[in-house]
């Protein structure tokens, strides 16, 4: 059933990484050469292909995933994924419940895929409504002008676009160059780049930290902006908020401490998740052979700067509808899940005979609905 790896096979053949996704089989679409990071499954006269590939899928998967073993990364080997059994049915019982499976899916799948298409509308929909409050203010209705700034063409009539570094408190700050080895939480948390999401929120599983001698003129302030430097997530930015202890920042990141009266960090924060800053950014990776932004690049950002007042009001306006919209979205993601595994549980109950198919059709089938 397994093939060694190193060598041509067909089309439709099974092909399984036994290094990453473990687990996740894929049918090759045209024929191709695998390599030792692959292992194929070559079904025989007694094996439908289509239901092996279930149960790889819905049986197996999980189980090769945990018997993975490594030290550099995990791995599964072809021996060990050849010795493994599956349920064997007659081959037209195996046919019958391949082709179940197919329809089942492809109809949980296309469930899946009108959540995603939701979830990324409820993504845009934010997404230009921040871009709105943050150059045009909170009433479309307000007059606007035109601009001689390239990614903000048109502002709210009476605001100013200003460099960054007229907003600020102090100048922009590199973190500290120092390795994340240790994880005392008594010391204060190691923020690097990897420790926070799009979403904006630290992440709990990446936990690093430095004592305190040398955090200290590192250390963060509530309301600090902090921004990525290089790599692929450049111009990533978070702001340092409500945190329960000490924190300070690495080397990567450039940090921004602005003048409350002039900008609101938080109004900095909403900028830089506008499509304003997703055009300078643009433009200045055009005129870089890498990319890389640095402190002299980012005291340089023109932004919106309209009065303190505004400025609370534009905050409090984006708080509230991404609180509306991480809540709609919440739910989406668990209804994805629930999909996820409503799907995964079907395909292991049809393979392993917990659910009997016959002729194409299943005892007491359950619906899927959107």
């Known amino acids: 059933m397994e093939k060694s790896s190193a060598t041509l096979i067909p089309e439709g053949t099974i092909v399984m990484s036994s290094r990453a996704s473990i687990g996740e089989p894929k049918i090759a679409g045209k024929e191709i050469t695998t390599n030792q990071g692959f292992i194929s499954f070559i079904t025989g006269h007694k094996v439908d292909n289509l239901f092996l590939f279930y149960c790889i899928e819905g049986h197996l998967g999980e189980y090769f995933s945990k018997i993975a073993s490594g030290t550099t990364f995990m791995e599964i080997s072809r021996r060990m994924a050849k010795q493994e059994p599956i349920p064997l049915p007659p081959l037209p019982e195996q046919k019958a419940i391949a082709e179940y499976l197919d329809k089942a899916c492809a109809r949980i799948d296309r469930i899946i895929a009108i959540k995603e298409e939701q979830l990324g509308r409820i ?10 409050f943050v150059t045009l203010g909170l009433d479309m209705n307000d ?3 035109e ?3 390239l990614w903000i063409p048109k502002i709210k009539k009476g605001w100013e676009i200003l460099p960054l570094k007229r907003l600020l408190a102090e100048k922009l700050k590199y973190g500290a160059n120092e390795s994340a080895e240790d994880e005392n939480s008594e010391d204060p948390r190691y923020i690097r780049i990897t420790d926070f999401g799009n979403d904006g929120k630290l992440k709990d599983d990446t936990f690093k930290s430095l004592p305190p001698e040398i955090a200290e003129p590192y250390l963060l302030n509530d309301g600090d902006v902090l921004f990525a430097r290089s790599g692929a997530t450049v111009g990533k930015t978070f702001i340092f908020k409500n945190y329960a202890g000490a924190a300070c920042f690495a080397g990567y990141l450039i940090k921004a401490n602005t003048q409350r009266y002039k900008l609101l960090p938080e109004f900095l924060y909403y900028f830089t998740k ?7 950014k643009n433009l200045i990776f055009t005129q870089a052979t890498i990319q890389n932004i640095g402190a002299d690049k980012y005291q340089y950002l023109r932004m919106t700067a309209p009065k303190i007042d505004e400025q609370e009001r534009i905050v409090k306006a984006i708080e509230f509808l991404k609180e509306k919209v991480d809540s709609l979205s919440e739910k989406i993601f668990d209804q994805i899940d629930t999909l996820k595994d409503y799907r995964k549980s079907l395909i292991h109950e049809c393979v392993t005979g917990k659910k009997q198919v016959y002729t194409g059709k299943i005892k007491k089938e359950k619906e899927v609905h959107a």
Request: aromatic share 14%; net charge negative; with cysteine.
């Open 274 to 280: 506008s499509k304003a800053y997703e055009e300078w």
């Open 123 to 132: 993504e845009g929909y934010l997404n230009n409504k921040i871009s709105q």
């Open 147 to 149: 601009t001689n700034c």
């Open 143 to 145: 007059p606007a002008v």
